[in-house]
């Protein structure tokens, strides 16, 4: 058996551990190191790298970034931000049609901006909206599948932990990724509170309207989410204003959030324990993962299949622009059976190749840029997709009174409203540049 063989082979060898219920990270482990053992033959070389690769991984600077953002949206969600910023939302949009829900999503975007985890972004926001929107009377699939959807807003707006890995993997620049990531976060925002919209005018009784706020008491809700300002601007202005690298604003975020919980009185013992344990658990998955993908990729670079592939479709003529529709359309269907970080860690070593050697009128800097938030918005569509939906899970399991068919139901409008903004990205790639342009 060739080299190219054994390669294809690890695919499907890969995907059946996984449906065996093998944690990702694990079953990427154990195959790159089986398929390394059986190209060098033998378990000496095996032995060799696996001491010398997983010091090299971990010893990345860059990786830092990724505790540090979960401990900032763990002690933002000790400081009350999740509860401020929902608040505000629904002071200003409640009283329309769909307004509560509405505010779901604003607040979902608002914490996402200081928080880099989709998961955590949902599971907050859920503790936080879904006892409003039962009390409003909104059905109970429309609130998991909204705060489902709100939730991924949690890894498109910056700062985000999957771009962090996304550009540690491809080389790319992470402020650029960051800013690259606003344009596309606001309409993925905007296409769902349409979504919303659209959904309480063909059924319009399906929920209570709120009763109006005067603007007094919505400037005074808008005036309490300023330590959320405060953070996004000294996370990411600091960033982008030359103040900090992006290691060192994730260090500042984790200190200010942890401050402004500290001067809130949520900051105890007990809670800065629990927040740091709940970070080491979350970041202690997510090195397996990249421990794991580390061993496979490079068992693949080994076998040639990613540069083979590569230089197979770029001599066959393909349309730049089909390879792009194919590779996202396997998103979407890998969405339904893995977690977004395996997707990205598993994936993009194999299609940014294929990608960075088509002409798309981009440079290259730009095409890896547009590249990766269409992959990060396909990811997220990968949240909320059924069956396997992990965000779905999340907020179902925090309603049990709704049946997870009736959420897999209502996330559909959602689903396609994604789709949608992909479309138009994948059209016009000068949204998603403006910003850098």
């Known amino acids: 058996m060739s080299h190219f063989d054994i390669g294809l082979w690890s695919f499907p060898v890969l995907i059946l551990l996984i449906f065996l219920r093998m944690p990702i990270g694990l079953a990427m482990l154990v195959v790159g190191l089986a398929g390394t053992a059986m190209i060098t033959g033998g378990w000496a070389v095996v032995l060799a790298k696996l001491k010398n690769e997983t010091y090299s991984t971990f010893a990345s600077y860059s990786l830092s970034i990724v505790p540090l953002f979960l401990l900032m949206g763990q002690f933002a969600t000790l400081g009350g931000m999740s509860t401020a910023l929902f608040k505000a939302a629904e002071s200003w949009l409640g009283h329309r049609r769909g307004g509560v829900a509405m505010a779901a999503i604003g607040a979902c975007a608002g914490f996402g901006a200081i928080c880099g985890s989709s998961l955590a972004t949902a599971a907050t926001m859920g503790q936080v909206a879904l006892p409003e929107l039962k009390r409003y009377g909104y059905p109970g699939g429309l609130s998991t599948a909204t705060l489902a959807a709100g939730g991924t807003l949690g890894i498109l707006i910056p700062p985000s932990v999957i771009l962090v890995i996304y550009a540690i993997l491809t080389e790319q620049n992470i402020a650029k990724l960051f800013l690259a990531a606003f344009i596309p976060g606001l309409l993925a925002a905007v296409g769902y509170v349409i979504t919303i919209s659209i959904y309480m005018r063909v059924s319009p009784g399906a929920a209570q309207v709120r009763e109006r706020v005067g603007y007094g008491a919505r400037f005074r809700a808008l005036f309490d989410v300023w330590p959320v300002l405060l ?9 982008y204003l030359g103040w900090f690298t992006p290691t060192e604003a994730a260090a500042i975020g984790a200190a200010g959030t942890a401050i402004i919980a500290a001067v809130n009185k949520a900051l105890s013992g007990k809670a800065i324990a629990n927040a740091v344990m709940s970070t080491a658990a979350s970041t202690a998955m997510i090195f397996m993962i990249v421990l794991g993908a580390s061993f496979y990729n490079a068992f693949l670079a080994l076998t040639q299949v990613p540069q083979d592939i590569s230089t197979y479709i770029v001599s066959q003529g393909f349309s730049p622009w089909l390879v792009l529709v194919i590779i996202l359309a396997l998103y979407m269907i890998f969405g339904c059976i893995m977690d977004s970080l395996s997707m990205i860690l598993l994936t993009i070593p194999i299609f940014f190749p294929i990608i ?41 399991g925090m309603a049990r009174d709704t049946p997870i068919l009736s959420t897999y139901k209502s996330v559909l409008p959602f689903v396609l409203s994604d789709i949608i903004r992909v479309a138009i990205l994948v059209l016009f790639p000068a949204i998603t540049l403006f910003l850098l342009n």
Do not use: K, R
């Open 231 to 239: 953070v996004f601007f000294l996370v990411v202005g600091g960033i």
């Open 356 to 396: 960075s050697d088509l002409d798309f009128g981009l440079s290259h800097e730009h095409t890896a840029i547009w590249f990766g938030i269409l992959v990060l918005i396909v990811v997220e569509v990968g949240l909320i997709t059924p069956p396997v939906g992990m965000n779905l899970f999340i907020i179902n």
